[in-house]
């Protein structure tokens, strides 16, 4: 069993950054493919980048990439989502979680934590 609980969220301008964090408990963090997902209001949740075990690799949506970058410490049990020139589309609330694979399916994750709200203002 893995706990996820996501912190770092809140309220930016356009053009800002902010860093969200993901701390896990268990002993078995290392071993989980890691992703961040986000849900914007009326809108199903989507895929926003991913992570493997060994931080190797990683996968970015399109409409990400090149803006936000995602890291992991495992021996903190935590991962990052590093999200910089915010624009207000970029406005959801943000999950992370963990699974065996590391892909932009939610099927691929067995554990999530509860969300963090990311506002960006114009």
């Known amino acids: 069993q893995v706990q996820l609980v996501e912190s770092g969220g809140g309220l930016v301008q356009a053009g800002g950054s902010l860093r969200l964090s993901c701390a896990a408990s268990?002993?078995?963090?290392?071993?989980?493919?890691m992703g961040w997902f986000r849900q914007a209001p009326g809108k199903e949740r989507e895929f926003v980048a991913s992570?493997?075990?060994?931080?190797?690799?990683?996968y970015y949506a399109d409409s990400v990439k090149g803006r936000f970058t995602i890291s992991r410490d495992n021996a903190k049990n935590t991962v990052y989502l590093q999200m910089n020139s915010l624009k207000p589309e970029d406005t959801a609330v943000y999950y992370c979680?963990?699974?065996?694979?590391?892909?932009?399916?939610?099927?691929?994750?067995?554990?999530w934590g509860q969300g963090t709200q990311v506002t960006v203002s114009a």
């Open positions: 268990g002993r078995l963090f290392s071993t989980y493919a």
């Open positions: 992570i493997s075990w060994s931080a190797g690799s990683t």
């Open positions: 979680a963990a699974g065996s694979r590391r892909g932009s399916s939610e099927s691929y994750y067995n554990y």
